[in-house]
């Protein structure tokens, strides 16, 4: 499986950035697809995931109600839609791949920045 992530830029508090993970792979269908980031100095934490199937993303409670994950089954791209930014918000955001059956996310995209300015 193979990621790309985009998307990322500066924007004030109070904006929106949509971020897009591309993928790729014969058996990509099969995989979860789960947003990270990691801010400066921090360890990386989970934002959300979502499956090719079912239409029912998980949220950490940090971006509840202001984080929505997407999909496009056809162009295999997840997309992250995050609105209401805050300056805690700033990380470099990486979308991750897991297989169904296991806990791991094995597989990263090469991170996008985001940076929200107060």
């Known amino acids: 499986v193979q990621l790309q992530a985009s998307g990322g830029g500066l924007v004030q508090a109070g904006g929106s950035l949509r971020l897009s993970c591309a993928a790729s792979?014969?058996?990509?269908?099969?995989?979860?697809m789960g947003w990270f980031r990691q801010a400066p100095g921090k360890e990386r934490e989970f934002v959300g995931s979502i499956t090719w199937s079912a239409n029912s993303p998980l949220y950490a409670d940090s971006v509840k109600g202001r984080f929505t994950i997407s999909r496009d089954n056809v162009k295999k791209i997840v997309y992250l839609q995050m609105n209401n930014l805050k300056p805690e918000d700033t990380a470099v955001y990486y979308c991750g791949a897991r297989f169904r059956t296991t806990a791991d996310y094995n597989y990263w995209g090469q991170g996008t920045l985001v940076t929200v300015s107060s």
């Open positions: 792979g014969r058996t990509v269908s099969s995989y979860i």
